[in-house]
């Protein structure tokens, strides 16, 4: 079998009209094992605008494992940042400058903040302090996590609670969603996209601000369908993100039909003689 030429496959993707995207899918890890996190970088880390070590996992795994996947992505210059429950329950407890910390000791890029299921006694500046103090950038979470979909009130208020959090230096915002993405957030109870809704997020922050957690194939390709191929998702496993990129280049059967995502036409028509035929 002859080698393929490197960089062909781009070459050829570029020839048949799919569109160059930057990297927009933040890779979820929740705990999978160190070679599977390795393997999953090598093999699209150039997809990964970050990997989230997701929840708690990489406070109660084994240390030596933890620092694998984060030299791993830090080798293939990915990002990493670690989810917001442990901000929570860290903030909640009166140990935040500890938990940020471990944070910076165990190589961490970023770490989320948020209000999911706990009342942050501190205010936007104060964690933004203590985080940049320590080298650490932060991205906010809005939304709760157990109080159901948004109404249109409840959006608006997260919009100002966002801005308030952009105006004290947080680098993005991320929009709720859990493991689910159903009965919470932009999602009803049949995990339903409320368009209208995640609209006004686009529209007050833009796309490179605002990310959408996307956790189930039907969150990923509706945001996909809505946005086009810029909008910024996360929560995606590191198994399914393949899978993401291919419907996010209109690669994929069922985004092949939406004009947002279908490549566009080739200038001229593909040559399909066979040059190597006699």
């Given at each position: 079998m002859n080698a393929i030429p490197e960089d062909a496959a781009a070459a050829y993707l570029r020839r048949l009209g799919v569109a160059e995207v930057p990297r927009a899918t933040v890779a979820f890890d929740p705990g999978y094992d160190p070679a599977t996190v390795v393997a999953h970088i090598e093999q699209s880390g150039r997809f990964m605008p970050m990997l989230k070590l997701s929840m708690a996992t990489w406070l109660i795994a084994d240390?030596?494992?933890?620092?694998?996947?984060?030299?791993?992505?830090?080798?293939?210059?990915?990002?990493?940042?670690?989810?917001?429950?442990?901000?929570?329950?860290?903030?909640?407890?009166?140990?935040?400058?500890?938990?940020?910390?471990?944070?910076?000791?165990?190589?961490?890029?970023?770490?989320?903040?948020?209000?999911?299921?706990?009342d942050l006694v501190h205010d936007p500046g104060t964690v933004l302090d203590l985080a940049s103090a320590r080298g650490l950038e932060v991205q906010f979470e809005l939304g709760r996590k157990h109080d159901g979909p948004f109404d249109a009130a409840e959006a608006e208020e997260l919009v100002e609670k966002g801005r308030r959090w952009l105006g004290a230096g947080a680098a993005q915002l991320v929009v709720e969603a859990r493991e689910s993405a159903a009965g919470v957030g932009l999602f009803g109870t049949d995990g339903s996209l409320d368009v209208h809704l995640a609209d006004v997020f686009a529209d007050a922050f833009g796309l490179a601000t605002v990310v959408f957690e996307a956790p189930t194939k039907a969150s990923q390709f509706a945001m996909l369908d809505h946005f086009g191929h810029d909008v910024w998702l996360t929560n995606v496993r590191l198994e399914e993100l393949l899978r993401v990129e291919i419907y996010r280049r209109?690669?994929?059967?069922?985004?092949?039909?939406?004009?947002?995502?279908?490549?566009?036409?080739?200038?001229?028509?593909?040559?399909?003689?066979?040059?190597?035929?006699?």
């Open positions: 240390e030596s494992a933890v620092q694998r996947k984060i030299a791993a992505a830090r080798a293939h210059d990915v990002p990493v940042v670690c989810g917001g429950g442990p901000f929570e329950i860290a903030a909640a407890q009166q140990v935040l400058p500890e938990y940020l910390d471990l944070c910076a000791a165990v190589g961490m890029t970023r770490i989320e903040a948020g209000e999911g299921f706990t209109g690669l994929h059967s069922d985004s092949w039909s939406n004009e947002r995502l279908r490549p566009a036409a080739p200038a001229s028509p593909i040559d399909t003689t066979d040059s190597g035929r006699g």
